[in-house]
């Protein structure tokens, strides 16, 4: 059984979004108490050692050493050295975009290169196997065009400057607005 300490008080706003931004890791399959560390740690006005995310979280200490790991592994926090003080501390990157390009890469790297390196197999062997009906093949190429069209979308992305990326998608939110509503088939 693991013991878990009496939380610290944090400002009702703090806890509100750290509370919702656990919620929203779950959502996405990361593990709450992971994001509500992350949460913590890029609101926090300084860096922190995992014994104060414990207290202030209310979480057992071995929880929050495998969040940090998860999230130095997805290089959403650093270690960062304090002068006189031997224990790691942890803050969290907080420029927004930076966030989510590495949060995007992640999610890259562990679903989307393997799905095509999956569908890519399927479709090359339902090339050569007589027993897989034709509409099966043809929904396997065309998720494995999908897939490839966002993989192509991601890397482009990758290489557009900031300013340039903010303006796309300002530009799409006015393009959006003159197309016309419902669903293409």
């Not at 942890?90 to 999610?107: H, L, N, P």
Request: some cysteine; glycine content about 6%; charged content about 30%.
């Amino acid at each position: 059984m693991t013991e878990i300490t009496a939380k610290k008080k944090l400002p009702a706003v703090v806890e509100r979004f750290i509370l919702h931004w656990g919620d929203m890791g779950d959502e996405w399959g990361v593990n709450r108490s992971v994001s509500q560390i992350h949460g913590l740690l890029y609101l926090a006005e300084a860096p922190m050692t995992a014994e104060d995310i414990a207290d202030t979280l209310g979480m057992a200490r071995s929880n929050v050493s495998n969040s940090i790991k998860e999230l130095l592994s997805w290089g959403l926090i650093r270690r960062v050295p304090i002068l006189g003080d031997r224990r790691d501390h942890f803050e969290a990157e907080t420029d927004i975009w930076e966030v989510a390009a590495r949060i995007a890469a992640g999610r890259k790297e562990r679903e989307i290169d393997p799905a095509l390196v999956a569908l890519r197999a399927c479709v090359s062997d339902a090339a050569d196997d007589p027993a897989i009906s034709p509409l099966a093949s043809k929904r396997l190429k065309e998720m494995l065009t999908f897939t490839e069209l966002v993989d192509r979308w991601y890397t482009q992305m990758l290489n557009v400057p900031r300013p340039r990326l903010v303006a796309l998608i300002k530009l799409g939110e006015k393009i959006v607005s003159f197309l016309p509503t419902g669903r293409a088939k």
